[in-house]
């Protein structure tokens, strides 16, 4: 992803804490408001995967490490597919140290899954991990920014 950084695995206390010296140009986070796997409110993952930090605590360590605007500009994103029972909300920080900038993508109602217009996971995937949001793509995400 050229010079952006997506965290597959989920932040916790131990976690965020490497790579100090690292600033990052871009740092994107996409997260489902109804994620069943790792909460967006953050606490418990499902199984015995830990605890993990909220969405908002994740972004801000990421706001605060990189030096970036802590207010936002706050834009939804065109839900073009009523289907899904989904809406996105992108958050981007601005103006960091060698110009780096955050973002989070607020999935409301979307789960556990990775927003595509062309991927789409089957039923049975869906009711365990939640709805997938249809009308972005994850790829979109990092390469507009």
């Known amino acids: 992803m050229f010079s952006c950084k997506k965290d597959d695995d989920a932040p916790t ?3 965020t804490n490497t790579n100090q010296g690292l600033i990052l140009n871009q740092k994107i986070q996409v997260d489902g408001t109804e994620d069943p796997i790792i909460p967006y409110t953050g606490g418990q993952v499902a199984g015995d995967g ?4 909220s969405a908002q605590e994740t972004v801000d360590y990421w706001v605060n490490r990189n030096g970036t605007s802590g207010t936002p500009v706050e834009t939804n994103i065109p839900n073009s597919n009523q289907n899904d029972d989904c809406s996105a909300v992108k958050y981007l920080y601005k103006n960091g140290t060698n110009n780096t900038e ?3 993508y607020k999935i409301n109602n979307g789960g556990h899954t990775s927003p595509s ?3 789409r996971y089957n039923s049975i995937y869906l009711s365990i991990v939640g709805n997938q949001k249809k009308s972005i793509l994850k790829n979109f995400t990092s390469s507009k920014f």
């Open 13 to 15: 206390d131990t976690n």
């Open 50 to 53: 830990g605890l993990v930090k």
């Open 102 to 104: 955050v973002a989070l």
């Open 117 to 119: 217009i062309s991927e």
